[in-house]
C-alpha cells in the first residue's frame, strides 16, 4: 500500500488556473501512467475499459504513486494550454485509480467516502497539491477545466470509474494529440449504447448529461443538439425533436471481473 492521499477541503478559488505560457515547449512526462494502462486496463465484451484493481502489485502502486508525485512538481502555469488539457485530464484520471485502490471493497465510486458522514463520493476531498494548492476530483473539473477551457469535450477524457460514464482512456493524453484525444473519447462514448439508445420508442439517456448539463447548453434539447454532433448517422436520426427522453447511468465500479 502506498503513501496515503492528502485528505481536506482547501480548494483553489475560480481564475486559479487561468495562467498559462503561450508557445512554451515545456512538456509533461506521462510514460509511468501510460505503462500503468498498459498492465492494468483492459477492454470489456461490451466496449467498455476496466481496470484489474484487485491484482495491481505493490510494484505498480508505487509506480502510480511516483507519477502522481512527479505531476504535483509539475509548474502547470509554465505550459501551453494543450500540455495543461493533458496535465488535468491525467492528473484527473490517475487519482481516480489511485482512490479507488485504497477501497477496493466499494462496489461504486459514490461508496467512497472521503468526507465525512454526510459526504457521498470521493470528489470533494483534497487529493493532491499543484504549485502549493489543493486539489480535488470536482476542482480538477470546477476549476482547472471548466472556467480555462470552454469546450465541453473535456468531459469525455475524465472517467469517474463507473461503468456508465465515459471510460478510462486506455492512451495517457499528450498535449500534442490532446484535441483529437477528446474528440475520439467523445465519439466513443456518444455512440455506445450506456450512453445513448432507443427502446420501445423512448429516448434513453446516460445521466451523465444530465449532471453536467450546464456545459452542454444548459437544457436537454442543448444536450440533444451536442450528441447530434458525435453521433453517426443511425443513431442522429433516432434524436428526434418531441421524444420521450428518460434518463439512466449504471453506477457500478469500472473493475475487471474476477481480478
Known sequence: MGPPLLVGCDTPGPGRWAGHAPGSDAIVDHRAWQLFLDRHTFIGADGVTRVA?????????ELLDDYLAGLQRVPVKRLDRPQQLAFWLNLHNALMVRVVLDHLI??????????GSFSRGPWGATLARVEGAGVSLGSIRTV?????????????GLCDASLGGP??????FQGESVDRQIEDAAIGYVNHPRAVRVEDGTLLLNAFWRRNLADFGGSASAALSHIAAYADRELRAELQPGRTV?????RRLNEWPGS
Open 246 to 250: 428518460r434518463w439512466m447511468d449504471d
Open 167 to 172: 471510460a478510462l482512456p486506455r492512451t495517457a
Open 144 to 156: 482547472a477545466l471548466r472556467p480555462v477551457f470552454q469546450d465541453p469535450r473535456w468531459h469525455y
Open 53 to 61: 484493481y484487485a491484482s495491481i502489485p505493490v510494484v505498480d502502486r
Open 106 to 115: 466499494a462496489r461504486s465510486p459514490d461508496d467512497i467516502n472521503l468526507g
